[in-house]
């Protein structure tokens, strides 16, 4: 698990942070606590040594499950002046220490490095350096495990996805058009609720779901708050993460309770297409920018723009108007993009496919799956039914 293609073998590795919220520490480590560790990688005659400075109550864990070649706390390290009683403060003043007793003068810190770390390695008289592609390309080619893993994730944020669906689309009508379940209004902040619930009791951690209807959605990022209506479209967004494998799913679909207005149809029939092109242009060496130009071709062929609505477009501007989808693992949103400069792609990466069109007056139609790059095509993980009627 070195990193000797990103650095010279004089230099040693420093990261830093709290595995349980940094996925890229969890990930070369394999082992999570919630206080702050230290990851270093040093230099040696016949390789490269590990090891990881954490807490002295998590050593004994650490030993057992951590991929490390060697475990410590920072009292192991403890420097001439004594380590402070502030905990993060502490881990960094023991790296710097570990750092200069192993007589290196240059380390070398992922892009997730927290400044504190790299400013006690500097008082310690050591070079830091920043290595913005550490663990990137490693990270972004999935095992065969980890795409198991996704797999498992994207099959349960399938499930959520059809329950919610057809809550909306099974809600009964109010006369002034404000969909009603259990007798009260059928609102965002309801279906978002029940798909937390559904997913907590199956061991999912969710972020705000987007449950996004009427005009209001045309910002493809808004949650959506308050009654939801008839003949509207309604994104709804959901991307959960496994609590034991930590594994992300990520799934859109658009639904319509009722009459389905023409221009909607039109709209998701252009996504589709759309989204189509991007699988079919998805191959091990073409780029995320061919992808994405092949959604854009589609869309614009179905007669739809590409790019945000300017101050004098009308309301009824209706675009593509974000990149056509991004990597997903540990974290629901990784690289690579597929988009305006996105790198070659790889076999083995998950990344989603994403088009979707939106104008302000009506509201906006998405449609997103996972797929996981092969060396001639790509491979969906969600299977799930694509329309707008969910009846």
């Not at 390789?47 to 060697?70: F, H």
Request: aromatic fraction near 6%; charged fraction near 25%.
């Amino acid at each position: 698990m070195s990193n000797q293609t990103h650095r010279a073998k004089e230099k040693a590795l420093l990261a830093a942070g709290i595995p349980e919220s940094n996925s890229s520490i969890f990930w070369r480590l394999g082992f999570s606590v919630c206080d702050p560790v230290v990851l270093i990688e040093l230099p040696t005659a016949t390789g490269v040594e590990s090891v990881l400075i954490l807490r002295d109550i998590e050593m004994e864990r650490a030993r057992k499950t951590a991929r490390v070649d060697r475990v410590a706390c920072p009292a192991d390290y403890t420097p001439a002046g004594g380590l402070s009683g502030d905990r993060e403060t502490a881990t960094a003043q023991a790296a710097a220490e570990c750092l200069r007793r192993a007589g290196v003068t240059c380390v070398v810190g992922d892009r997730s490095l927290p400044l504190i770390y790299a400013d006690f390695a500097r008082q310690a008289g050591l070079t830091v350096e920043c290595d913005p592609k550490c663990w990137v390309l490693e990270r972004r080619q999935k095992t065969t495990q980890e795409i198991e893993f996704l797999r498992e994730s994207q099959q349960v944020t399938g499930q959520v996805m059809q329950m919610a669906c057809r809550m909306i689309a099974s809600a009964d009508v109010r006369p002034d058009g404000v969909l009603m379940r259990d007798g009260e209004p059928l609102t965002s902040e309801r279906v978002r609720a029940a798909v937390e619930h559904w997913l907590l009791d199956r061991g999912f951690s969710n972020p705000t779901t987007i449950i996004a209807g009427g005009p209001a959605a045309s910002d493809c990022h808004y949650l959506g708050f308050g009654e939801l209506r008839t003949g509207e479209p309604v994104i709804v967004d959901i991307f959960p993460k496994n609590g034991r494998t930590r594994y992300c799913g990520d799934c859109t679909r658009t639904v319509v309770h009722g009459d389905i207005p023409e221009e909607v149809i039109r709209m998701h029939a252009a996504v589709r297409g759309a989204k189509a092109a991007a699988e079919k242009a998805i191959a091990a060496g073409v780029t995320g920018e061919t992808v994405h130009l092949a959604t854009v071709q589609a869309i614009r062929s179905a007669g739809y723009a590409y790019g945000l609505p300017g101050e004098k477009d009308p309301l009824s501007y209706c675009a593509l108007t974000h990149g056509t989808g991004h990597g997903v693992g540990l974290d629901v949103h990784e690289p690579p993009l597929l988009d305006m400069k996105g790198p070659a792609l790889m076999v083995g990466e998950a990344v989603t496919v994403e088009p979707g069109l939106y104008r302000r007056d009506l509201g906006g139609v998405r449609i997103e799956d996972l797929v996981v790059v092969t060396q001639h095509g790509c491979e969906n993980l969600n299977p799930l039914y694509d329309g707008l009627c969910w009846k």
